[in-house]
Structures are given as C-alpha cells and as structure tokens.
C-alpha cells in the first residue's frame, strides 16, 4: 500500500498489551482535539474526540486525555489488536470551524 | 448510508496542467474540507465549504481553488501543477453547522502523481 510518511517514529507493541499514543499540540487555543486512525491506501478514519472543558474521555477500548497545562494529548488503546496496527494522528481545531491542525503522526505495529 | 466519495482515485499529469478533482459528501453534510497528504508535510488543510461559501483557507497558494455546488458536492482545482503537488488530496464532510465543529468522514482520496 502507499506509504502514508516515511519516517514516522513507530511505536511497537504485542498482541493484547495497552498502546499510550502521545502528541503535543500546538495553540494553547485550541478547544477541539480529535484522534484519526489512517490504514495503508485508505482515510483518515475517527477514533475519539475531547474538547477542551474536557480531561478524559473513554469510548470502546480506547481513551483520551487531555493535559491543556502541557499542551499534551494521548490516546490510550486497551488490549491492542492485530487490526489496530496503522498510523494514528492526532488534530486540533479551534473557533468552531473544521479546520483541522494535523500531528506528524505515529505508527502503531502490533506483534502476535 | 454511502461515505465521502472521492473522483478519481488516481491519476497522473504533467508539469504546467491543471487537475480537477470531485468530491461528493455523505448525504445531508454540508460541510466539505479538503487537504493535501504527503510524506513530507502530512496532512495539510486546503480550504472548507459550507452552504456553498468558502469559510476557511489554508496556507496555498492561489494555485488551488476550490467551490461548492448546491448539492454540496464539492470540486477543487489546481493549475499550473508542479512536481511539489504530487499528494494523496482528501476530502471530509461533517454534519456540523455554522459554529460547530463535528467529526468529520474522510473519503479515500485522490491520488495525484505530477511528472
């Protein structure tokens, strides 16, 4: 499939162990932040999203937590899956609109 | 209910032409964003239409131009393409109204290669 980035940093794990997925955002105005799935040859697909009243959120194995004192966000995925394997973006928006500030991403490699 | 479809999936041009690529949204969405996705830069945001009018920009040139139609379908042009605009183009509708932000469905993108 085509490559999505050449020299993402990957982030290896085993088959059932939790993945902790970080990235920093970038204005201290954002109040919107999503988490994307992106598989070989196909979109970007939504995981999980947070806004900014907001520290944590959970939905079906996976969750978010925002540290808006760091600028930091993670996304959590419990008992990781073959299937999980791909590269995970987070983004940030800000003033209600859907302009989307994307991360550099990371890829996620799940091992039997 | 059909997801964000993306035409053509893939195609190739030369320096100097200029591409036109469609989008149709999910039905009911009519916001629609695009945004270009390379190695390089990642994913970039173009521009976003709603209700036909263009309420966002990105940091492009004035090379890429983009419009809505009535039916929310929504195309985006580039002229004078360069070898830098070789990028997996994606497209996203969102249910979102004016003031909100909402998830938005990202289609497959085109695929365009400039030689």
């Known amino acids: 499939g085509e490559s999505v980035g050449l020299h993402l940093p990957t982030l290896s794990v085993q088959e059932g162990d939790n993945s902790i997925i970080n990235c920093a955002y970038s204005?201290?105005?954002?109040?919107?932040f999503i988490w994307y799935k992106q598989e070989s040859g196909k979109g970007p697909q939504f995981i999980i999203d947070i806004r900014s009243n907001m520290d944590k959120r959970q939905g079906q194995r996976v969750t978010v937590l925002l540290n808006k004192t760091v600028k930091h966000l993670s996304l959590q995925i419990a008992a990781t899956q073959p299937g999980d394997s791909a590269v995970y973006f987070c983004a940030e928006s800000s003033g209600g609109y859907n302009k989307l500030i994307f991360g550099a991403g990371t890829r996620l490699a799940v091992h039997p | 209910k059909a997801g964000v479809t993306q035409t053509p999936r893939y195609l190739i041009k030369t320096r100097g032409q200029q591409v036109t690529l469609s989008c149709s949204p999910i039905?009911?969405?009519?916001?629609v964003s695009w945004y270009q996705q390379t190695p390089g830069q990642g994913l970039q945001f173009l521009f976003e239409y709603f209700s036909e009018t263009q309420r966002n920009k990105g940091n492009f040139p004035g090379r890429f131009s983009g419009r809505q139609f009535s039916n929310s379908r929504s195309e985006m042009n580039v002229s004078t393409l360069e070898l830098g605009d070789s990028a997996l183009y994606l497209c996203?509708?969102?249910?979102?109204?004016?003031?909100?932000?909402?998830?938005?469905?990202f289609g497959e993108g085109s695929r365009l290669t400039v030689l």
């Open positions: 204005n201290s105005a954002s109040d919107y």
């Open positions: 039905s009911g969405h009519r916001s």
């Open positions: 996203a509708s969102s249910l979102a109204g004016r003031l909100n932000t909402g998830e938005l469905f």
